[in-house]
């Protein structure tokens, strides 16, 4: 099944500077899914990116999905401490899911 | 509309015992997973069931198993527990191969 590759694993920020983390793929994607887990909690599904060169935007965090379909981009604007957490990405394999393993991102008020 | 629950949130194991997690779901959803998440190794699949009487193995299924009882529940069986299987478990449930969504978790820990 397709595989992804998630950089960086950790980003540890002040609060209001901005955060990247990027998701790549060596073969052509159909669609790319991004979670959210908060420390201690679960995944939650943020958003999913399915058409070429796609931009999405959910009040400060852009989502960007390559103009290839191999790769794909999370970007949070002034991080806030309510940011923190882990973003995976997520591509679909069969009837199920091949998750990235995560960036971890902390943000120090 | 409780979404996806599972149980026990919490367990505590010596080598060898066994144990089922159990999970649910109310959304009428056609595919449920498990997972396994251990620290800098991501989610990885351990099963998934496609749908109601199908099951599949995942990406590490060694030491476990799973039933599909219904459309709302899938356990996952530890017949013979080890440390190596310490880790904290999800359930999740999808309509297809489309958004998941993630029980809270269980968190097991093997003595």
């Known amino acids: 099944g397709q595989q992804v590759m998630q950089i960086p694993q950790y980003q540890h920020v002040q609060e209001g500077e901005d955060f990247t983390t990027y ?21 939650v599904f943020l958003i ?19 103009e290839a379909k191999k790769n794909s981009s999370l970007h949070i604007t002034a991080t806030q401490t309510t940011d923190v957490g882990t973003y995976f990405c997520a591509v679909v394999s069969g009837y199920a899911l091949n998750f990235g393993k995560g960036t971890s991102l902390l943000v120090t008020p | 509309n409780a979404g996806v629950t599972q149980t ?3 367990q505590v194991l010596k080598t060898g015992q ?80 489309d958004t998941q969504y993630f029980g809270p978790g269980t968190r097991l820990t093997v003595l």
Not at chain 1, 28 to 40: A, F
Not at chain 2, 77 to 88: D, F, G, I, K, N
């Open chain 1, 48 to 66: 999913q990116l399915v058409k070429s060169g796609e931009v999405k935007k959910q009040k400060r965090l852009t989502f960007q999905f390559g």
């Open chain 2, 18 to 97: 066994s144990m089922t997690l159990q999970c649910a779901q109310d959304m009428n959803h056609n595919s449920m997973y498990w997972y396994r998440q251990d620290p800098g190794m991501g989610l990885r699949l351990i099963y998934y069931s496609a749908s109601e009487g199908t099951t599949d193995k995942g990406e590490v299924p060694n030491g476990y198993n799973v039933s599909r009882l219904n459309k709302r529940e899938f356990s996952l069986r530890l017949e013979s527990a080890a440390p190596s299987q310490t880790s904290v478990y999800f359930c999740a449930s999808s309509p297809s191969t």
């Open chain 2, 8 to 10: 026990p949130k919490f």
């Open chain 1, 23 to 43: 998701c790549n793929s060596s073969t052509t994607l159909s669609n790319i899914q991004w979670y959210k887990q908060r420390p201690g909690g679960h995944p």
